[in-house]
């Protein structure tokens, strides 16, 4: 059974509404809302609260429910 | 005997009233800069005027006019004269504080000839991923805080790695950072042979980015590394916000011990 997971864009402040399998991941998610916002090629983390959620890990691992909400952040990689 | 208007004749007066930082420590410290470009430029002018006492500068690019709106220490000049950023920074810093020991190395991070022991912080000015990764590898198989800042556009963001129990920079990659591991943005003076797209960067953020960086090492180098981020600030220059968050170390990151 799918899990809604609310995906906010940190850039745009618009949100898009994931359905998931609990074996897909974080970095699932960042490929998904990447390509459905026409993301330019670049770094992006995903946040739960306070927490950077970890690329590898299952949305089953971390606990997620139906219509939690996360943020899509860029990850500025210039200097 | 109290001379009226003495405290002004010390360089450092304002500083030494902050009552955690050890100015001693600042003037004994050697801290390595990697990168010369508009993050280096700020870093290393805030060091210096902050007293740190010894400060290593690589970079293996030269200068083009295109940095000029947002690196202090480059000229319309040393952009026709190829100026190599190393050393027109490490020069422009010691115009600022002349006692301070400067070392420029121009080349590559990788070809580095110092020992990384040899430095109590390295703060990381960097333009793409891949340096990044061996700046922290480096750092923390060494035992060295790390401070590694970045920029895009009005966006930036600032990670302290405190070895051996924090997470380091490769815990919070994944495999979006994988795919751009190469790919160099905003500062760039060597030659190109394919389209290189740049990416926005201008002097606010860039100084902002900077400034924290300088204060997490100040921190870093007064002892008070309880006070650091913990561990990664992101910084929204538009809508002026930024905000603190926590990551783990991950299972499968080589630059920690099995966990």
Known sequence: MGIRLKVKNAEMGKELTLELSPDETIEDVINSAAEYW??????????????????????????ILNDDVVELIPDPEGG | MLRPGSYDDDRFDRSKRIPWLDMEALSDSRVLVVGAGALGNEVVKNLALSGVGDITIVDMDHVVLSNLNRCLFFRGHDAQQKGMKAQLVADGAKDLFPECRL????????????????????????????????????????????????????????????????????????????????????????????????????????????????????KILSQRPDMCIRNVLFYDGERGESMVLEMEKSEGCQNHPIM
Not at chain 1, 38 to 63: F, W
Not at chain 2, 172 to 182: A, F, P
Request: proline share 6%.
């Open chain 1, 38 to 63: 026409n993301k330019d090629s670049g770094a992006y983390i995903i946040r739960r609260g306070k927490q950077i959620l970890k690329g590898g890990m299952k949305i089953s691992e971390l606990g």
């Open chain 2, 103 to 218: 070392t420029p190395w121009v080349g590559r991070v990788e070809d580095m000839p110092f020992p990384w022991p040899g430095f109590q912080v390295v703060l990381g000015c960097l333009d793409n991923v891949m340096a990044r990764l061996h700046v922290n590898a480096h750092s923390y198989h060494h035992a060295v805080p790390y401070v590694d800042g970045g920029t895009d556009g009005f966006r930036g963001k600032v990670q302290v790695v405190l070895p051996p129990d924090g997470p380091c920079l490769q815990c919070g990659m994944n495999s979006s950072h994988q795919r751009i591991l190469e790919k160099r943005f905003s500062c760039t003076g060597s030659d190109v042979s394919f389209f290189m797209p740049k990416m926005a960067a201008e002097i606010t953020t860039t100084s902002v980015i900077a400034a924290i960086q300088v204060r997490e090492a100040l």
